[in-house]
């Protein structure tokens, strides 16, 4: 039976960045996935957009965290992820929005966030031709950004192999043994391993993992769909994050990537609960009509594919990470609530360092983000 | 370069409006209404857009909307140019790497969703579609049709050429084009057939519903019960340095430019491919007046049917078997392609290369059923069916026979209780066939009354000569007991020449004994004749080896049949072997005195959206352990408009150039769309002129 210092099941968002950084530091790295490949999950529908402009603590130095390490990937590892400093935007077109926003702005100032709120003629030159009609203004953060799930999934890999961590595609965990509170050995479809640790990064998966070892972990994924247009020259800088609802969906974002491709995606009203990735009639009408409402000049671009993601999400919103009380070698990386993408960077590298260098200096976020939490609150920016 | 002026079986529209446009500012005409693609080639303009990556020229490459590399700015929008209409005064430029976005900030101010609903569904309007549409229809079934072309009939109406089959089940010895008009009108006879040209598929949803474009203008959303796919096939692609080159194209655009648009693409054409598609290009070349200039095949024989190839040897086109393609090479587009011979592992041999000079390359290696819609539909478990290309890839007669089997099979499956005759299968079957055994000629000694001479001795599904004879003397030797045997003549014969017209293989010629000296042989060609009574024309035999010189004695045309039928003397002892006449002379098909090439095979292209070429895609192989297509996309292959459409047949090889089973390795994921749709029809926003 082979064994490892680490195991780690699921090799996506969370898994990948994981994996390298533990396996950076030296420790023996066993990653399982059940699909064929790296980021083939959830990570590939994510659209790629990056901020550490949320309205919570953990997620604001997670998430800072990770631009700094993705903004810095081709320099220091001389990988092309295809990021862009293209910050977010939130147009703001009436006056409840506006009030919400400026408060979350003071609260995020705190933070040492970059965000500001900018008026209307300033919004025109991030988003020349932008609809002007009862635009008021709206919050601007420079510093976020965005880069390609899969360059950034595949890098990850990458340097995590090349690091000496080891990868068992298509091998999917199927059980775990239990002995005095401890996982002793995961059984997979191929073969049996034991490991020191576990971490859980199985994504939507990650209820599955979780009942292995008698625990509930309350992650329960719904749909959210996405698309992506012909590529054209650069004609508007951020993520454009659109948060008024209406019948059918809460909100809908869309930027231009480095291809030069407007990647779009909606929240949909209510909510699709389930694991269905297939692609259904309502989003293009749905998402379209208000994207060209927004930006009138979309109306000639094409779109190329669509597709479908998942959304781990939790009672709360907020991820789950930590150690379980249950069983002592077992830690969550889990329930990222559709922001895998850009909080696996930048978890990854705190969990490693809680892992190897037991470090206490992240005790806040752990506490914030326990299984152990009440799961009552909600988050006041999505 | 041109227009065509004239046509042996196509009639050139008169009275098309001439209309001037710009192309990078220079004043040029066209026809109002033709595609914008197409008048640009009759221009001379083969060069459409600078592709970002390596500035690699592009020119038309499908010329069916399903790539992008046709683009061009018209009137300040990136448009595909096969699918835009041209009207006069347009603002035509090429397009420089990414186009930029008109900045149009008129805001939203009508949207609306469309929504249809039918019993069935039938998505392509060809043979198969067509007539599965009528079985659907008799049985009171409503029914929409939609195909992506401005006509009805699909590939059927490229098809100069007469058909083989049988006249009872699919029209043989009729021409594609005249079959096409046949089931339109007849089609069109159902009042509950609503059909929609013009009209591509975007996307089947897992809600039970069709995305369909409608005339690049709207978007609507079908419901149905029940779905046909008989969406045809589309052309494999071929890897070879220069393969992305302007002037490198298929078979079948090919065929579209020439046989729809009447544009002569082409000055010299060299043909990649011997199966039937190419074989028949070559002769459409020929009918359009270009000059073929070979065909090879790595293949130790040719694929397509016996007949078709004796005939484009018989017109003065060599074909060259255990051959493959080196290279395509060209400054901005095609200027030569060298050949060479390969040895028994297909490894080409570059001391037998020969290189030619051509302005375009024809890639005719096979198709591939366009079958994606049917497996999302099959997987979604809705209730479908498929038929013609798209089910298996045959001849159009069969795809007549499988789509009215694949109508009532949908019939049965929505619950209607009919029993489907097994006799429409073994049609089917035998229809599919592919050719058989080859048998030698017998020696045929002439006399005095014409007799017909049967050069037909491949086993293929096809027997019009033997109805329409008026006295039943050719019959079919009984082997199998169906139209895959032999014909043969027996008893007597009235001279009318029906069965010389007739023949789609043009292989039976009428002959007879004059006296000791002489015979005379009445002979079909679907040319123009370019020669008189009096004049010697040169005579092949069977395969095309020069006979003789013979005298034309006359020349009549068959109208129905658009055949002509020319009377020859000849010399007696050829009078049974004379089988056609070369129209092509020797000197075309001379290779340069000296081969010239570069042979980079790993420059071929592989990806030609995102111009990935075989090099990159094997090294990426090598160094990220690759053993899932989807992995690519990281270098973009499949990310292009066509979404992997073209490229997805050719990963084996390069898989297998990279040291990786393909058995190990992971498909590509399909998503919709299968066509690339403006946002401004996905919410049919209404258009201010």
Sequence with gaps: ?????????????????????????????????????????????????????????????????SIEIVSRMEREYGVDIDWIDGGYLYPIYDEKNETALKELLKFQKKFDLNIDWIARDDIEKLTPGINRGNLRGGTYSPEDGSASPLKL??????????????????????????????????????????????????????????????????????????????????????????????KQSANYYFYQNKEGQVVFCVTPYPKIPGIDIDNTSEFLPLVIKRMVNLYPRLR??????????????????????????????????????????????????????????????????????????????????? | MGRIEKHPILSIPENRKSVKFFFNCKELYGYEGEIVSSALIANGIKEFAIHQKNDAPQGIFCANGQCSHCTLIIDGFPLKSCVTPLKAGMDIRTLKHLPELPPDNRPLEYYEKRELKCDVLIIGGGPSGLTAAMELAKLGFSVVLVDDKERLGGKLLLQTHKFFGS??????????????????????????????KNTSVVGIYKDRKVGIFINNRNYALVSFNGLVISAGAREKSLIFPGNNLPGVYGAGAFQTLVNRDFVRSAERVFIVGSGNVGLIAAYHALQA?????????????????????????????????????????GNGKVEKVTIAEVDNNFNPLLDTAKTYKVDTLLIAVGLTPVDEFYDMANQFGFKVVKAGDAEEIAEASSAMFGGRIAGLEMAKKLGKDITIDDSFSEKAEIL????????????????ENFQPVIFCQEEIPCDPCTSICPIHSIKLEKIYGNIMDIPKYEGKCTGCQMCVAICPGLAITLARKVNDEYAEVVLPHEFIPDFKVGDKIPLTDQEGVFLEDGEVLKIRLNKKFKTFLITVRTLLKNGANVAGIRIQDKSVTEPLPEPSFNYLPENGIVCQCEMVSVKEIVDYIKEHHVRDVNQLKQIRVGMGACGGKNCSTLLPRVFEMAGVDWEEVTQGTKRPLSVEIPMYALINEKVVE
């Design chain 2, 167 to 196: 006249i009872e089940d699919c029209y043989a010895g009729t021409r594609g084009i005249d079959i096409a008009s046949k089931l339109e009108n007849e089609v069109r006879t159902f009042s509950n057939v609503t059909i929609y």
């Design chain 1, 153 to 246: 999934a595949d890098s990850f890999y990458m340097l995590a192999k090349n690091s000496g961590a080891e990868f068992y595609f298509n091998e999917e965990v199927t059980s775990m043994s239990l002995q005095n509170g401890r996982i002793t050995q995961l059984t997979t479809n191929k073969d049996r391993y034991s490991a020191g640790i576990v971490i859980n990064t199985a994504g939507a998966s990650a209820r599955d993992i979780g009942k292995m070892v008698g625990l509930d972990i309350p992650v329960y994924p719904d749909s959210h769909e996405a698309g992506i247009t012909e590529p054209v020259k650069r004609f508007f800088k951020p993520m454009i994050v659109d948060i008024r609802p209406d």
């Design chain 2, 289 to 329: 007046g270009i000059q073929v200039v070979g065909i090879c095949d790595i293949l130790d024989r040719f694929s397509g049917y016996k007949v078709h190839a004796d005939k484009i040897k018989r017109m003065g086109v060599p074909i060259y078997l255990n051959h493959t393609v080196l290279s395509a090479e």
């Design chain 2, 432 to 447: 599919k066939s592919n050719p058989g055994k080859i048998f030698r000629r017998k020696e045929i000694k002439l006399n």
């Design chain 1, 1 to 65: 039976m082979k064994k490892f210092d680490v195991a780690i099941i699921g090799a996506g968002s969370v898994g990948l960045p994981l994996s390298f950084f533990l396996a950076e530091k030296g420790l023996k790295v066993s990653v399982f996935e059940k699909m064929p490949s790296e980021g083939r999950g959830q990570n590939k529908a994510a659209i790629g957009g990056i901020r550490a402009t949320h309205s919570d603590p953990a997620k604001i130095k997670i998430c800072k965290l």
């Design chain 1, 300 to 382: 000639n671009l094409r779109v190329r594919r669509t597709w479908r993601g998942l959304y781990p999400m939790t009672p709360d919103g907020f991820p789950i990470v930590g150690y379980t009380k249950e069983v002592d070698n077992f830690l969550l990386a889990v329930g990222m609530c559709g922001q895998g993408f850009m909080i696996g960077p930048g978890l990854g590298k705190i969990v490693s360092e809680i892992i190897v260098d037991k470090t206490n200096k992240y005790d806040d976020i752990l506490e914030q983000l326990t299984l152990y939490r009440s799961f009552s609150g909600e988050e006041i920016l999505k």
